[in-house]
């Protein structure tokens, strides 16, 4: 079974905002939400069509939220591969 995991980065939008929008719009599926630091949220998933983890992210992305997804099969391993995407997308801001 894969995992999804998304991070979402924003300095002024707080974290208990991005869990609030991300309970939103997964509020059917099974997630987990883990508050790295102020400003960076962590959300993963189980069983989730991928092409709502899309959805979301594109969503994220046009407010202005930076959101990046990867797939795995554990937490990890999900985790580290989003991060390795996040962090590159910082060092080269839109």
């Known amino acids: 079974m894969s995992l999804g995991c998304m991070v979402l980065y924003h300095p002024f ?9 991300l309970r939103t719009m997964f509020n059917k ?4 939400i883990e508050v790295m630091d102020k400003t960076t949220t962590i ?3 189980e069983e989730v069509e991928k092409r ?3 959805q979301a992210t594109m969503d994220l ?7 990046v997804y ?10 580290e591969k989003a991060l390795k995407k ?3 997308g910082k060092e080269n801001p839109m």
């Open 52 to 54: 709502l983890i899309w």
């Open 13 to 21: 939008i707080s974290s208990y905002t991005k869990s609030f929008l």
């Open 29 to 32: 599926q099974r997630i987990e």
């Open 70 to 79: 990867a797939f795995e099969h554990t937490k990890e391993k999900a985790l």
């Open 61 to 67: 992305e046009s407010s202005g939220i930076q959101t």
């Open 86 to 88: 996040f962090k590159l």
């Open 43 to 45: 959300i993963y998933f």
